[in-house]
């Protein structure tokens, strides 16, 4: 179920940062498709994990670098938690 979305309009992904399981599975991809490794820090999405600090639970946070290619959707295509949704047009 998508919670809510925060469109990403260059790659047309919609961005669901509380789904996220921290997986991988969207740097992986990325990364071995673009750089033929699978090595989340050359990928060209980045994920940081919310975490508890002062009594406080953080965000997930979800980025695209600058390097994330216009209309390649392969992350969404891959994140099973619907953390990443294509969107339909
Ligand atoms: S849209 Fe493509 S280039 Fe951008 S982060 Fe996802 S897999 Fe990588
Ligand atoms: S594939 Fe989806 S759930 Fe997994 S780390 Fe990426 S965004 Fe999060």
């Given at each position: ?51 508890f600090?002062?009594g ?31 969107e339909?047009?």
């Amino acid at each position: 179920m998508v919670l809510k979305g925060e469109a990403v309009e260059k790659n047309n992904i919609l961005v669901n940062k509380e789904n996220c399981a921290q997986c991988l599975s969207c740097q992986s991809i990325c990364s071995f498709h673009y750089t033929k490794s699978f090595n989340p820090l050359k990928a060209r999405i980045e994920i940081k994990h919310g975490h508890f600090k002062e009594g406080l639970w953080s965000s997930n946070e979800i980025r695209f670098t600058d390097e994330c290619k216009e209309n390649c959707v392969l992350c969404a295509r891959y994140c099973s938690y619907d953390a990443l949704v294509i969107e339909e047009k």
